[in-house]
């Protein structure tokens, strides 16, 4: 009887597993079979809502063969401002980043000892003109009539006289008095400036540094292999790098025909400022310099139609409604546009916004359609 029971709960743990490999069985076939029809929803969908891109025609244009380069920014005109005489500072009108005009008075030394030595040269220039005076009534001319002798008989009796000597000590005590003055020689702005009154001021001290801002140059380099795409005359574009949305244009005005240790070229471009950017530059500003090459009649596409695949330079096209799988070969470059030599032509519609994961014949459909 045990042997029997044994029996039965065999029969009933076999009949338990074969009932669950069945019901696992339907249920993995019901997921695989949900699995197909979500694919094959997906690929419906897929053809009844094609991919919308946007296209360009291209056609031969101009390119702008562009050279980048680094350089600094420097005000057109600048000077380094001396006192062409020592003393104590006395007067200062001036502080760093004001603009003055063309002969503003920008500071003053104590002249106290200047000044007597003026008026002393005028009392002596007087005292000799007298002098000068008797000796033509004298000789038979007339007072303060130098044409009424012989200019002969006047060079003896100015230099009898001491007036020359006297002249010249008054041009020498009025160029010290002037010295003693610091004005501007051209309008521009004031930098550099670090002196203090009542503070001793020597001649060999710059002063300050006066920057004429209504215009900028740049001085940039380029390497010498680079030397023959460059001329005078031709177009940048110049962009500072602590404000990258401000671009200045210009034109290239000179060229150092001579190569420096590092192998490179100096060259200098004019800048033509507006108004409004003036307070947006500072001279020895860090910027970036893009010499622009207008090369004309190529096959220019936007980089944003070009994509990789296995490394591959790739164009897709459109044509009735299908997306074509192109390879290219490129020449040239700048920061926005590739030149084709081989791949495309004159005239086709090019992919440029939404290619990034199209495949080849894949339906495609126009942006406002």
């Keep these: 009887m045990f042997a029997l029971q044994n029996k039965t709960l ?4 076999m009949q338990k597993t074969i009932l669950f490999i069945i019901l696992s069985f339907l249920l993995f076939s019901c997921g695989g079979k949900k699995q197909v029809q979500e694919e094959d929803l997906e690929t419906k969908k897929a053809a009844t809502n094609p991919q919308t891109v946007e296209v360009q025609v291209i056609s031969m244009s101009d390119f702008n063969r562009q050279l980048f380069s680094n350089g600094i920014l420097h005000a057109a005109r600048k000077a380094e401002l001396r006192f062409q005489a020592s003393g104590i500072l006395k007067k200062l009108n001036i502080a760093n980043g004001q603009k003055t005009a063309k002969g503003y008075l920008l500071a003053a030394l104590d002249n106290k000892k200047q000044k007597i030595a003026l008026d002393q040269a005028r009392e002596q220039i007087t005292a000799t003109e ?3 005076n008797s000796e033509l009534i004298s000789h038979g001319g007339k007072v303060n009539d130098t044409a009424s002798v012989s200019p002969e008989m006047l060079k003896n009796l100015k230099i009898k006289c001491g007036y020359n000597r006297a002249v010249n000590q008054l041009r020498q005590a ?3 008095y002037y010295n003693t003055f610091l004005r501007a020689p051209f309008t521009g702005i004031i930098s550099g400036l670090t002196a203090q009154p009542y503070n001793i001021i020597s001649t ?18 380029i390497l010498e292999s680079e030397a023959a795409r460059i001329h005078k005359d031709m177009k940048v574009t ?6 990258d949305t401000l671009k200045l244009s210009g034109t290239i005005t000179e060229i150092n025909p001579a190569v420096d240790k590092n192998g490179l070229i100096t060259a200098k471009a004019a800048i033509i400022n507006q108004q409004s950017q003036l307070p947006n530059l500072y001279d020895g500003m860090n910027v970036r310099v893009v010499v622009e090459n207008i090369m004309p009649d190529l096959l220019v596409i936007s980089k944003e139609a070009l994509v990789l695949r296995s490394n591959r330079k790739v164009v897709f096209t459109y044509e009735n409604g299908l ?4 390879y ?9 546009q590739y030149v084709i030599i081989k791949g495309l032509n004159q ?12 495949a080849h014949d894949a339906k495609i459909k126009l942006q406002g359609e």
Excluded: H, M
Aim: with cysteine; hydrophobic share 40%.
């Design 10 to 13: 065999n029969t009933r743990v």
């Design 130 to 132: 007298l002098d000068l």
């Design 174 to 176: 009025q160029l010290d």
């Design 204 to 221: 060999s001290d710059i002063f300050c540094k006066l920057l004429d801002n209504s215009s900028y140059k740049v001085e940039f380099t």
């Design 238 to 243: 110049v962009v500072p790098f602590a404000g």
């Design 323 to 326: 997306a074509k799988w192109n």
């Design 328 to 336: 290219v070969e490129t020449s040239f470059e700048n920061s926005t």
């Design 347 to 358: 005239g086709d519609s090019v992919i440029v916004k939404g290619n990034l994961n199209l």
